[in-house]
């Protein structure tokens, strides 16, 4: 009898979108599969930043729990809301080819941008990196899945929002009314979707490995590493992204103060076969000069933010 392949997914329109096209590769592939949605604390508590929670991992913790727990054998995630430590039992199985990593501005009208403003965004990332290029704005917490986002922004008197762009395309929701941020720096692995097994199911790794997208997780593996060795989490302004182009990566990431006034940041190229240890060496760079400070700094804040 041929095993049914249990497809764990939070239950918001993108996830739900994002596990819909892991099963129908897995039943491409020949394997029968079904879906498990489970609602996240990350989902269920809106009114507190992120940062507040004091753990990582808020959007994966339940799911992993379920499959520690056998009530799922699979789970699906948008990478960037994964830990870069994945908890004991529980591997990567999977990348699949990765989507637009932009992010872009939703907006009720551009005129402010040269003015005062009030742009909305829950990640400390882009808060710092708005900050940066208009440090006379104001940025307001925003949270909530896409679909919540999206509702939050009309019935609010902001000017705009910050969305990737890829969760919007994947659900059919990106308005008109939008401009691309090519200048900001996403979230390591943003646009990448994540698909994680137990560590001894060898029957769901090895049908998952027929997924992989080999060049999306050399890229994302070197961002994730630049990030775990910064110490970043969810809680400090880091962004991250690395492109092939031929046999070559180029990466650009960089590390900012909460009020964007500080920015330290790395830009490289390098070979494809020489990407070991380079998201390692680049956050190295950038700690060593000044990095390391900084973090500390960030860290306090944020903390004190908690108490």
Do not use: Y
């Given at each position: 009898?041929?095993?049914?392949?249990?497809?764990?997914?939070?239950?918001?329109?993108?996830?739900?979108?994002?596990?819909?096209?892991?099963?129908?590769?897995?039943?491409?592939?020949?394997?029968k599969t079904e879906l498990v949605p489970v609602k996240s604390q990350g989902d269920l508590v809106l009114d507190k930043p992120l940062y507040e929670f004091g753990i990582t991992g808020i959007f994966t913790k339940t799911l992993d729990v379920a499959m520690l727990t056998d009530a799922i054998d699979i789970a699906v995630h948008s990478m960037k809301d994964v830990p870069t430590a994945l908890p004991k039992g529980i591997v990567e199985a999977a990348v699949l080819k990765r989507a637009h990593t932009q992010d872009i501005l939703i907006h009720k009208g551009t005129n402010f941008l040269n003015e005062e403003g009030v742009v909305a965004t829950g990640s400390l990332r882009r808060q710092a990196q708005w900050l940066h290029k208009y440090?006379?704005?104001?940025?307001?917490?925003?949270?909530g899945n896409v679909n919540t986002r999206l509702q939050k922004l009309q019935d609010s008197d902001w000017n705009g929002a910050i969305f990737a762009a890829a969760g919007l395309e994947r659900i059919n929701l990106k308005p008109d009314s939008y401009i691309d941020l090519k200048w900001m720096i996403p979230a390591p692995a943003q646009g990448a979707m994540l698909v994680v097994a137990k560590e001894?199911?060898?029957?769901?790794r090895k049908a998952l490995a027929a997924l992989n997208h080999e060049p999306s997780q050399i890229c994302v593996h070197i961002e994730r590493e630049f990030l775990r060795i910064l110490e970043g989490g969810c809680?400090?302004?880091?962004?991250?992204?690395?492109?092939?182009?031929?046999?070559?990566?180029?990466?650009?990431?960089?590390?900012?103060?909460?009020?964007?006034?500080?920015?330290?940041?790395?830009?490289?190229?390098?070979?494809?076969?020489?990407?070991?240890?380079?998201?390692?060496?680049?956050?190295?760079?950038?700690?060593?000069?000044?990095?390391?400070?900084?973090?500390?700094?960030?860290?306090q804040q944020v903390n004190n933010t908690k108490g």
């Open positions: 009898m041929s095993r049914v392949i249990r497809i764990g997914t939070r239950d918001s329109e993108l996830a739900l979108w994002q596990a819909n096209t892991v099963k129908s590769a897995l039943e491409k592939l020949g394997h440090p006379n704005h104001e940025i307001v917490d925003l949270r001894e199911d060898d029957f769901c809680t400090a302004p880091i962004g991250a992204l690395a492109t092939i182009e031929g046999d070559k990566i180029h990466f650009k990431a960089a590390l900012f103060s909460l009020d964007g006034q500080q920015r330290i940041g790395v830009e490289k190229t390098i070979a494809v076969s020489e990407n070991k240890g380079f998201g390692k060496a680049c956050a190295e760079e950038v700690l060593q000069s000044g990095g390391a400070e900084l973090m500390k700094e960030i860290k």
